[in-house]
């Protein structure tokens, strides 16, 4: 079916995804959920692909109502999650019913929010993506008082007596706050430190109020390299950490340059690169070393953890006889 959410308030949201793949040789960038790893919990909690649009909220909340029923989740930092005025709880499946007033209040301990809606959110795609990019100039940014379209087959089901919904699957919900510990691997440039190298694990940096998408700025006691060759600028990596002259650390994001030509020490993890999605100016970041190995292996349980919450709504969903509204395995 066809409904429309209305955008009470849209605060800082917009329409998401993770982002745009195979373009770098054309100077694309990625871009995507700064958290990947909610927004992939936030749409295997209503039975959603992976990639499917949801919306991101940053900092500011959200408030909406749709005219027919609506499975929903929301993943993220901490928030309040309100349902015509009554508390629901984050990270599971939420039914919303036709008319219903759904706020997200007070977002804490993390700088984002994921609300995920069972179906697909009507928003143009471009290079195969709903993401925002500001070079471009593309994205769909909510705005207070607009109708947003969004096509599912859900109708509703809940527990005759009780009204809660009929099924509660599991998923791992990170720990959310500063300090924040931030798994890295060695980058290409590890060695030029030397011994001070070393530093990187030991101190820990605070993350600077001139940070944005593009890049983190971490003041702190930062290594110093021991090298005085010029670095010819480079593919970098997102979740790269870069050692300029400044003495400062900068973390690259999802909007990053494609190249970069400082000194790279370290590279975040795929679970790290989540939560510096979440870090807010004034946050503390610790970073911990590992191996290749160690991130591979983390990366998979986080991916298998995901798909056995996608299987287990999935299995709900059919055993209510509502096979139409699941999008995607």
């Avoid at 959310?176 to 001070?196: A, C, L, R, Y």
Wanted: a negative charge; proline letters at 6%; hydrophobic letters at 45%.
């Amino acid at each position: 079916m066809n409904a429309e959410l209305t955008i009470i308030k849209a605060g800082w949201s917009v329409v998401q995804d993770l982002g745009r793949t195979g373009l770098s040789q054309y100077g694309i960038v990625r871009g995507g959920a700064a958290d990947q790893y909610s927004a992939r919990a936030a749409n295997a909690l209503v039975g959603n692909a992976a990639m499917q649009p949801l919306i991101e909220c940053t900092v500011q909340g959200l408030a909406f109502v749709a005219d027919v029923p609506l499975l929903m989740a929301v993943t993220g930092a901490p928030c309040d999650v309100r349902i015509s005025d009554a508390i629901q709880p984050a990270w599971c499946p939420l039914v919303a019913p036709a008319g219903s007033l759904v706020e997200l209040r007070d977002i804490r301990h993390g700088l984002r929010a994921y609300v995920a809606l069972n179906g697909l959110i009507d928003v143009a795609s471009v290079l195969g993506s709903v993401a925002p990019d500001a070079g471009l100039g593309i994205g769909h940014a909510l705005i207070d008082g607009e109708c947003l379209g969004l096509t599912s087959r859900f109708g509703n089901f809940s527990h005759p007596a009780t009204g809660i919904p009929l099924f509660l699957p599991r998923v791992t919900v990170p720990s959310f706050g500063s300090p924040w510990t931030i798994d890295v691997v060695d980058g290409p440039d590890m060695d030029d430190f030397g011994e001070s190298g070393a530093l990187l694990f030991r101190e820990d940096y605070v993350v600077n109020p001139n940070s944005d998408t593009v890049g983190l700025r971490l003041t702190g006691t930062a290594p110093i390299r021991e090298l005085n060759d010029e670095i010819v600028s480079r593919g970098v990596a997102i979740g790269s950490i870069e050692v300029p002259p400044s003495g400062e650390l900068l973390v690259l994001q999802r909007g990053r340059m494609l190249t970069a030509g400082y000194p790279l020490i370290a590279v975040a993890s795929t679970s790290g690169q989540s939560w510096l999605g979440q870090v807010i100016p004034g946050d503390t970041l610790r970073f911990r070393r590992g191996t290749l190995n160690d991130a591979r292996d983390a990366a998979r349980r986080q991916r298998t953890d995901l798909d056995k919450t996608a299987q287990a709504v999935a299995t709900a969903l059919q055993s209510c006889g509502l096979t139409g509204v699941i999008t995607s395995m």
